[in-house]
């Protein structure tokens, strides 16, 4: 009893039933629950792994949902395939849906401004041939922008 109560999380994760749901349906063992974090999105193609970090304060699931149908049903031509899924399977895998896993890297909820740098310090820290994420989609000016509201 005491080894089952020392753990951090007791109760073991169970799956949320949503049919749309990647995360419970490929049972990845990530909580799509968890608000306020900083998740790893990682292709799962053959020879790919390449990754792209996100942060969201809403729910994993309504964010990966938002990544998912955005591959999906997106078009090359889509605000600049601002869909960092979209941008990827159309450049590394000739515009064919990829295999993804995710994973929570950080959680900070209710603390935006951590959450903001946590993410900007992993995107920044990321070899660039590994990354998803655009070119200095976050800089240290970026960061400074977003966090006092100047306008590029």
Request: proline share 3%; charged share 30%; aromatic share 4%.
């Amino acid at each position: 009893m005491k080894q089952m109560l020392q753990k951090s999380d007791p109760i073991p994760l169970s799956k949320c039933g949503r049919r749309e749901c990647v995360m419970c349906g490929k049972g990845m063992g990530t909580d799509c629950r968890t608000r306020g974090c900083v998740y790893e999105i990682e292709c799962k193609e053959d020879g790919c792994g390449k990754k792209y970090i996100g942060m969201t304060g809403r729910s994993l699931f309504e964010r990966m949902r938002e990544h998912i149908n955005g591959m999906v049903n997106g078009r090359e031509s889509d605000d600049n395939m601002s869909n960092p899924l979209l941008r990827h399977k159309t450049v590394c895998h000739e515009g064919e849906n990829v295999d993804v896993s995710v994973r929570v890297v950080d959680r900070m909820f209710g603390k935006p401004s951590r959450i903001i740098i946590g993410e900007a310090v992993r995107i920044e820290s990321m070899r660039e041939q590994v990354a998803i994420n655009g070119m200095r989609e976050w800089s240290y000016l970026n960061l400074n922008r977003h966090m006092y509201g100047i306008a590029n």
